[in-house]
């Protein structure tokens, strides 16, 4: 451009000026030096020198600290991109189902800290006191579900029994199926009674705040009691307290 031109040829002829005046005043300094050696011309070209470091130092260009460069941020994320492309961030690892399973175990309990569950027809395959004189099996829907509830409160599991053999096909069945191996649920916390009465004085003993039952008369003298109560039964509807669920099993009720 012409006015950017005409300034850096001002800024040159003005530096050749000084560089000639400087380059006289060196020439009869160094002549002054050789004539009169004395003290005086010393100190008076030492300050020349000085004077002419500073002007040097004040003319030369500034070059100015180097400056770093950037940092590269990354494009715009264009608008209706899927979440995979907006959020890098790690997915959760895991088991999907037992996350899900734990979720709704704390949802349903709702805040329990004791629940108290009964064997037959909820645990075992087997439903009636005589059946569980030959044999005990644990549904294996349940097994994953109860780990899950004993984690979140004191779990008790109670039956009634005919005899002594019976207690001893509940306890092996539910050790086969691997109910005690986190120290969640205990045998200590398996309890056996010989009549229904003695189940609800269990209950009420325990001080639980969700009981789980397949009898309606045990879960019907309970409801004024018990915080919450889940009666497993196929039947819909009914004439049943408003603490009181009704699922078909108890799985699908936490499911």
């Known amino acids: ?7 850096q040829d001002a800024a040159v002829s003005l530096v050749r000026r000084v560089a000639r005046a ?3 005043r060196v020439t009869d300094i160094v002549a002054l030096l050789f004539n009169h050696k004395s003290a005086g011309s010393l100190g008076a070209v030492a300050g020349f020198a000085i004077a002419v470091v500073f002007a040097w130092r004040f003319m030369r260009p500034s070059q100015g600290r180097p ?8 494009p715009p994320t264009p608008a209706g ?16 189902g037992k996350q899900v399973t734990r979720h709704i175990v704390a949802k349903r309990l709702s805040g329990c800290r004791k629940v108290t569950c009964r064997l037959l027809g909820v645990i075992f395959e087997e439903k009636t006191p005589e059946e569980l004189q030959k044999h005990a099996t644990v549904r294996p829907s349940v097994v994953e579900l109860l780990l ?8 008790y599991l109670m039956e009634t029994v005919l005899d002594d053999n019976s207690e001893e096909n509940a306890l092996s069945a539910l050790e086969s199926a691997g109910l005690f191996r986190t120290g969640g649920l205990m045998k ?5 009674c010989s009549t229904e009465v003695g189940r609800t004085s269990f209950v009420r003993q325990l001080e639980a705040d969700f009981h789980i039952d397949s009898s309606l008369d045990i879960v019907s003298q309970l409801s004024r009691f018990i915080r919450c109560q889940l009666f497993i039964s196929s039947m819909e509807g009914g004439q049943l307290a408003a603490n009181i669920f009704n699922s078909p099993s108890l799985e699908k009720f936490f499911s």
């Not at 451009?1 to 300034?7: S, V």
């Not at 400056?67 to 590269?72: E, G, L």
């Not at 200590?188 to 056996?192: A, G, I, N, S, T």
């Open 188 to 192: 200590e916390k398996v309890l056996f």
């Open 1 to 7: 451009m012409p006015g950017l031109a005409a300034e």
């Open 22 to 24: 400087l380059n006289r």
């Open 67 to 74: 400056r770093r460069p950037a940092p590269k941020r990354p």
């Open 148 to 155: 899950e509830i004993s984690r979140h409160c004191d779990l």
């Open 81 to 96: 991109a899927p979440e995979s492309i907006v959020s890098d961030a790690p997915e959760p690892v895991g088991d999907s």
